[in-house]
């Protein structure tokens, strides 16, 4: 136990991440004010206020598994997470990051802002067995004067829209809320080992001076099994009025629109409303994030607004069907035919036309990036504007 008393006291000097204001917290709806920390490469590890598991003497000799921050977007901010995987066989069993808080936190304190992360289960490197397990949550504990290890059990919950375990190749957002669900690594107070309880259960029976959580974990383990392997990725870590946001700490993708009149088609930004031909290209940055199965949107707008007959247009060759909107916009979602990602020094491109628009005064473009997040063709605030004609 003194290890991991030196370990907390070591941790909570060295994290000085400076924290920033947030309005809304890691949640797609919430509204929790929340201080949000940035997580990059360089704060995990030894010296980081985030923790490996061999980083701590206690593991010595304890295989460990992928615990690194990567460019793999996050379906918040899009800009990097935080990646926990074990492959089979016997070269790695575990893998986890911990942070450490400077101070014991009561579990009714913890419950008051219910802990909640996102996290990515990737199919094709996991065994299906292990998929709907995925990374869960750990709060390293004392509870009548006793050490344990509270866990998260996402296997048994119902994320944000209410699915229950992780699902592959998308991302979910976890509350762990009052009626959650939270095992103990060992038998303290009245709670056997391995049994599981709510938060407020633990905050009824975990009264003695010293009591509460002093850090948080995000795991990935076998589940007994050494031939299972589990890949995954998280972040938004929210806890204690916190959201630890993993990172590249590198600029979102950028992007571009660029056009040109059809030769013999009209006089295009001229104001004729014939054919312009054009593209929009975004770009990642090198080590910047990894957008995965990406498309464009693409919304149209003029002064006096635009209904589907104004204007025909066709992207990568095909033609595109303009929805209406509000503020008499019009818009389309364009994807590739096959999956493609936007990755870190890399760019993908959108061809398009457009013909009429003319007698609607100028005509602006506006083109957005989506990938995919908690749902596919999410919505990444990575945009460009052109206006088309004047």
């Known amino acids: 136990m003194s290890r991991l008393i030196a370990t907390l006291a070591a941790t909570a000097a060295a994290a000085t991440v400076a924290a920033v204001p947030l309005l809304g917290s890691a949640a797609p709806a919430g509204a929790t004010a929340y201080a949000i920390q940035q997580v990059t490469a360089r704060d995990l590890g030894p010296d980081g206020p985030w923790l490996r598991l061999q980083d701590s003497a206690s593991n010595d000799g304890r295989p460990a598994g992928v615990q690194q921050v990567t460019p793999f977007a996050d379906p918040a901010r899009f800009d990097g997470s935080l990646h926990l995987a074990v492959a089979g066989g016997a070269e790695a069993q575990q893998a986890q990051a911990a942070h450490y808080f400077n101070r014991r936190v009561p579990f009714g304190s913890i419950l008051s802002l219910p802990p909640s992360y996102d996290m990515y289960v990737r199919s094709w490197t ?20 006793a050490f344990t290890t509270l866990s998260f059990q996402p296997q048994r919950e119902a994320d944000a829209q209410g699915r229950t375990g992780a699902v592959a190749d998308t991302w979910r957002h976890f509350v762990a809320g009052p009626s959650s669900q939270w ?16 938060l407020s259960a633990y905050a009824a029976a975990c009264t003695a001076g010293g009591d509460g959580a002093i850090g948080v974990i995000a795991n990935v383990g076998r589940l007994g099994d050494a031939r299972e392997s589990l890949d995954t990725y998280v972040d938004n870590i929210a806890v204690n009025g916190t959201v630890h946001e993993f990172t590249t700490g590198r600029t979102p993708a950028r992007g571009r629109i660029a056009t040109t009149a059809v030769q013999g088609g009209g006089s295009g930004r001229g104001g004729s409303g014939g054919p312009l031909a054009g593209s929009v290209t975004f770009s990642s940055p090198r080590s910047g994030p990894l957008y995965t199965s990406v498309g464009t949107r693409l919304v149209f707008s003029a002064p006096r607004g635009l209904t589907p007959r104004d ?20 818009s389309a979602v364009v994807t590739p035919s096959a999956a493609v990602d936007l990755g870190p020094d890399g760019a993908y491109r959108t061809a398009f036309t457009v013909t009429g628009g003319g007698a609607r ?4 473009l506006t083109a957005e990036l989506l990938a995919q997040g908690y749902q596919p063709l999410q919505a990444t605030a990575v945009q460009a504007r052109a206006v ?3």
């Open 126 to 145: 996991s065994s299906p067995s292990a998929v709907a397990y995925g990374a869960n949550l750990q709060l390293p504990s004392f509870c009548q004067g």
């Open 183 to 198: 095992a103990t690594s060992r038998a303290v107070g009245s709670f056997a080992a391995g049994s599981s309880h709510p």
């Open 311 to 330: 204007l025909t247009v066709t992207a990568n060759g095909k033609p595109v069907t303009l929805a209406a909107g509000a503020g008499g916009t019009l």
């Open 361 to 364: 005064g100028s005509l602006t």
């Open 388 to 390: 088309l004609r004047r």
